[in-house]
């Protein structure tokens, strides 16, 4: 699977978590970045994600996750 297909994928996912229709999916995005990125939209998010793409994330998988590329980096490895 391509980048460019997994952020057209996510950014939906990414706007309905956070409800903001303006937000931009970037390699560099992060909670720092995100006003209403807590723990519990955190937890909202990744089972959205596992969702959208059908795979599961392991603990070692959301360890890794430090930005919006890194995620990005791991859906892709499930599809390889």
């Known amino acids: 699977m391509q980048k460019e297909?997994?952020?057209?994928?996510?950014t939906p996912v990414f706007r309905k978590v956070f409800?903001?229709?303006s937000l931009v999916v970037t390699d560099e995005l992060s909670a720092l970045d995100v006003e209403n990125w807590?723990?519990?939209?955190h937890m909202?998010?990744?089972s959205e994600?596992?969702?959208e793409f059908a795979i599961k994330f392991k603990l070692k998988d959301l360890n890794?996750?430090?930005n919006v590329g890194d995620m990005i980096e791991i859906i892709?490895?499930?599809f390889q």
Do not use: Q
Request: net charge neutral; proline share 0%; charged share 30%.
């Open 38 to 41: 807590d723990s519990l939209s």
């Open 19 to 21: 409800s903001d229709n």
């Open 76 to 78: 892709r490895s499930k």
């Open 5 to 10: 297909e997994i952020v057209n994928r996510l």
């Open 64 to 66: 890794k996750m430090a």
């Open 44 to 46: 909202l998010l990744i």
């Open 49 to 51: 994600v596992e969702t």
